[in-house]
């Protein structure tokens, strides 16, 4: 009996190439890889007539070559890598390590492909080596078609291989070229500049001037330089200024506090980052100008990954956040580099193998190698960020002591101004500083005052937490117990009398102490920690919730409550804390209103609608409305109609719906009689 | 015959005078003889230096929090589940307080029963009592049977220093609760990152994160 070996259909060759590496600029750069392995110093590629179907394309290197077996062994065998990576090449470089599918993605863009290459050890020979797809349309199974490789006198004497694709099937246009152009350009690290080192190139006008563009090297204008690196699984780090000043330094322990010593399981690296202030004002002294800057940023920006000094993507492309960057700027802005204002590099050292790239070239398989590396990165991010941070702080803090008397300076530089102006403009000049100093008085004023009302009020509330802990656990938890042992005694001892003289008085203790329970565990729950996350708020959730809790106390004072709640559930991404602060303040509200209102029946309506994209509460009572106070001004801090009020729950509303990204609104008398106020806040969705 | 037969004198375990005096007219009204425990108690090393429980009392009443007073330097879930080990029934009082359930739920394998004290009256402590010992004796409710398990580490909460979000996927409720690398073994809590698992012991029966336990951690 015979045992046949498995074969391969000639269908693979068309899955395992164009199905698994889609993108031009990847499979060329694979190419381009080969010659780096060869020890090519440059590397050209050439692109001719391919703004038509046919067109040409030629990788062209100086390197060492393919012997005869190299090509039988290598070259001609897909899916197995000769490359040992932990073995440098001749020039020490660590093979690019490919298994040979992107390659093969490349070679089949054309419909034929040539192969001309001169080894270094063979000094006359060269080889020849021709590849017709169209021969595999027509046969079963790959191993019926034969190659050929040609022997012939060399036709030049230098070493070196020329790949030729002929008969591009499609069209490659200039954003193509221009992809192409960044990859080979950031293949090979040029942030370094050593004239030794491999230099791919494209013929294309796009590439030289994004060529110029990448050497022009605007790191003098950045603003910090972050240089962090990984050595045995230890980090250290320091940030310098644009003179290379050291700012701030931090070892293993600083950076990463909260992996208590234990060391990153990822290799040797190093990462540079370098963070910008692109404002026009920051540029003013300098001799290139913020559009300069912007523009290499927006060609070359982002963190890019060298793996043994050749760049794997697609870390650092456009729109690739690896180190997420941009969410954690958005998530708290102040101080952090995002994508758009900085540009980086990690270098690794993997001689080891410990970071494997996807068949499909899209970046490394995140193993828990590529995630410890991720993390290095992160935390010398965020260790730089904390940094900054205090930094900002205490320059604010020199700044708010400071600019009293510096505004004092000013006023009286400007006051000697006026001193020394002609007689006929003088006066107008006195009376209108005067004025405008009365009303900037004014204003400082009234906002020392709001921050003073705002740091009064969080004292409250945090007294007002802790006198609820304190309440629900000793008094009430005792008159709980004593009226739970009344009741039990007195049906006990009293059988016959106790519902008659005892059970009532009892039942409204423990009614008493079940509204203390709720309003002592409501304030408890106004503090929790988890309403400050940002996430996923459900809106009507949240409004059902305040309601609830606010039950016993609306219950207390007669207040019905009317809840028309929109019958689907908008959500938005936000806090707990902001949404609940706008109910909270608005029945605040409605329950001082109430108190000077003769109206016996109590009533406050909450309706919600989905209008759009955009969820609409409105908020409104049957009170008296508001009257001595113009309606605009219900807004502004300290104003209130209320002798015992602070004037800030509406202040506190329009600031947390301004968070939100919505709008306030208020209208005197509704159709309830009483004030209405409106939100509106743009939401994610519903559900 | 009752579990709590052989009960006679149950000590009473609160920081505050007034509050032992009170949960002792319910341990009374359920006619067991109340044993307040007046202090100050120490620490735990201390507290069990000097005190055979055994020879005072034949359960517990404990409420979680010892320490606002001079009176302990513990908590009643740390009482309580030392108290377990030894084979000592006793129920404990919390007020259900988010923080005070992280905190205990560490310890709640060896915690049976909590009771809230405005829920506490004759028939809750009669029953709390009842299934402590039956559990003592090797008898758990569905919802208190250990299973091991797998532990989802998610991502470290910002607000709590040393403290990571984590789900249990074997648990039907898939509620996130917070997981203190403190109350993990000292070979588990350097391995903690975002995304790492392990394994545990849990009562998947529980309906709510408040009857969660998690012990016997796993490196792996």
New interface residues.
Partial sequence: MNSPPIRFSTDILRRLGEELNPNLDQGILELVKNSYDANARRCAVRFRNVINPGGEIEIDDDGDGLEYQDIVEGWLVLGRSRKNTSKGTRLGRTPAGDKGLGRLAALRLGKQVHLITRPRESADVEYLVTIDWDRYKSEDLVENVPVNIDERPRSQPDPGTTVIIDGVRNIIGRMEVKRLARALILLADPFDRDPSAFKPTLESPDFKDLEQLVDRMYFDDAEYHLVASLSDGRVSARVTDWRGRTLFEGDHKDIAP???G?KYSAPDASFDLWAFILTRTGFETRSTSVAEVRSWIESFGGVHLYLNGLRVAPYGNPANDWLDMNLRRVQNPEERPSTNNSIGRVSISDTDGLLSQKTDRSGFIENHEF?ELR?FAQDALEWMARRRLSAAEARRRKERAATPTRSEQSRDSLKRQIERAPANIKNELTTAFTNYDREHQRETDALRREVQLYRTLSTAGITAATFAHES???P???I???V??IE??GM?YYSDTYEKHLANPVASIRHA??SL?VLSSAT?QLV???K??MGRIDLNVVVRQVLSTFSPLLDGRDVKVIADLSPVEPYLRGTEAAVESIITNFINNSLTAFESSPDAQRIVKVKTDVIGDTWRMEFSDNGPGISGIDIKDVWLPGNTTRASGTGLGLTIVRDAVADLNGRVNAMPHSELGGATFSVEVPILGVS | MSAVADIERVVIVDDQPESRKSYGYTVENADFEPVPEEGPLGTLEQYFAHHRIQDVADAALCDYQLSARAYASFTGAELVAIWYKSNFPAVLCTRWEKTQIERIRPLRRWIPVLIRPDELNVDTLVHGLEECIRELQGEFRASRRPWRTQVHFLTPDDEQAETFFAEIPGWENREVIRVRLSDLPENVAPLVEENFRCHAYANLGAETTEDLYLCSWEER
């Fill in positions: 909260e992996r208590n234990k995630e993390a629900g656990g000793y009430l938890k005792i709980a117990q004593s739970t042992a039990f005694r006990k102490c079940d329970g408890l929790d920690s988890d400050r996350r």
